[in-house]
């Protein structure tokens, strides 16, 4: 409930809005485990872009290159589609979800069989940037 003091929020078209824009890039299906992948995440979530990407060039894991080609196609979205400028962008999102497991199944001695499982992810990357 509402007392008096309270007022309701400022509609949309009546606050100012700075010019600020996001861009959005996604990669599904990479062959990794979202574990593996989250822990190169967590290191260049706080790093200035092109830091970031440095990082990523330099890395020796394998989820560096995916990793790297979501960022760089979010940053050629950034400055091709949205008209935005590459020293403006900083690094808004990056989601590493879980994508479908494939089961896949080995032979094992006296006729049993067990179960390979082959995770997958989805790499979700956003980007902010002023016009």
Same mark, same amino acid.
């Given at each position: 409930m509402k007392t008096k003091n309270q007022s309701s929020p400022p509609s949309p *078209?009546? +606050?100012? *809005? *700075?010019?600020?824009a996001e861009v959005v890039a996604v990669a599904k299906y =990479?062959?990794?485990?979202?574990? !593996? =992948? #989250?822990?190169? @995440?967590n290191l260049i979530k706080n790093y200035p872009l092109?830091?970031?990407?440095?990082?990523?060039? &330099?890395? &020796? /894991? !394998?989820? @560096?290159?995916?990793?790297?080609? &979501?960022?760089? +196609? @979010? =940053?050629a979205n950034a400055v091709n589609n949205a008209g935005l400028k590459k020293e403006s962008l900083f690094l808004k999102e990056l989601q590493i979800n879980k994508g479908p497991v494939f089961k896949r199944w080995r032979?094992? @001695?006296?006729? /049993?069989?067990?179960?390979?499982? #082959?995770? *997958?992810?989805? =790499?979700?990357v956003v980007l902010g940037g002023k016009k």
């Open positions: *078209t009546n +606050s100012k *809005t *700075t010019a600020a =990479i062959r990794q485990s979202p574990r !593996k =992948i #989250r822990v190169l @995440a092109d830091q970031a990407v440095a990082i990523l060039e &330099v890395s &020796v /894991r !394998k989820a @560096a290159p995916p990793l790297l080609k &979501v960022i760089q +196609s @979010a =940053i032979a094992r @001695a006296k006729g /049993r069989a067990d179960q390979i499982r #082959r995770p *997958t992810a989805h =790499i979700r």
